[in-house]
């Protein structure tokens, strides 16, 4: 049975003037309600676990503005976004995920972000996400993230530290793939490609689909501007030419970048009968 996970008085802020590790936070909300939980959460910097002789790492100076979103984590099964709209768990693709703004300011001054309303008896996991002034994502959210276990004790406690680790720079990698339609009955008008970024098994953001006529295929297409240290999901869809028919085939290829490395050129078929 799908468990409720309702947060009536969920409220992400930052907390204006609180010190990093070393205040009491008073509560938010002295009238939510009993059963709710406040988690206090300090975001900070720390150094890659590992060093890269090729690819530098981003500098505190390149972040711009972060981003922290909590997910909810059911005792099985993936970890699941909530919705900004109810507060209750929702899917990634959901465009109203609750994110909470943070700037770079804040980050440096080591002020923390108040999250009300949380269920006691309820794991979660909160990942930072740092973007540069350009809007690219230069934070690894598989080392940017805590796990927070409630209990039914809400009283004030001392902030929890966020880890938030940058990724390397001036990487922009590349993936070759050889794209192929079986499609004996001519259905397909066209294909869409979909580049996910992935954590934790979930896609978590997607670049602008790619759309390749029928009559273009077979043909090489070349991926680009992939991350270090990033896993990713291909989605293939076969698609007719009536906008609101649905998918003819779907084909999906997983693939993770390292550091510097090339990687091989792979092939996708798609095949629709």
Not at 12 to 37: F, I, K, N, V, Y
Not at 89 to 99: G, S, V
Request: hydrophobic share 40%.
């Amino acid at each position: 049975m799908k468990k409720n996970l309702t947060l009536t008085s969920l409220i992400l802020a930052a907390a204006m003037g609180l010190a990093a590790c070393t205040s009491q936070p008073a509560p938010m909300q002295p009238e939510a309600s009993r059963e709710a939980r406040d988690l206090w959460l300090v975001p900070k910097l720390i150094r890659p676990t590992e060093l890269q002789a090729k690819i530098p790492e981003f500098r505190a100076e390149d972040i711009h503005r972060l981003e922290i979103i909590p997910y909810w984590q059911p005792d099985s099964g993936p970890l699941q976004p909530l919705s900004k709209v109810n507060g209750e768990p929702t899917t990634p693709d959901d465009t109203e995920i609750l994110r909470v703004p943070m700037s770079a300011a804040e980050l440096s001054e080591g002020r923390a972000i108040a999250l009300t309303g949380l269920r006691p008896q309820q794991t979660y996991q909160i990942v930072a996400h740092a973007y540069s002034l350009d809007g690219e994502r230069i934070s690894n959210p598989g080392d940017s993230r805590v796990q927070v276990r409630l209990t039914n004790d809400d009283r004030p406690t001392v902030p929890t530290v966020l880890p938030l680790q940058l990724l390397p720079t001036a990487f922009h990698g590349q993936m070759p793939l050889q794209l192929a339609l079986d499609d004996p009955f001519e259905k397909v008008d066209h294909v869409k490609l979909y580049v996910f970024e992935v954590y934790n098994g979930w896609p978590l953001s997607a670049a602008m689909p790619i759309d390749i006529r029928r009559d273009q295929l077979p043909r090489l297409v070349t991926l680009l501007h992939l991350k270090a240290r990033t896993s990713y999901k291909l989605e293939v869809r076969a698609r007719p030419a009536d906008p609101q028919g649905p998918d003819l085939a779907v084909q999906e290829l997983t693939w993770r970048m390292e550091d510097d490395d090339e990687l091989a050129t792979k092939s996708v078929s798609v095949v629709v009968r």
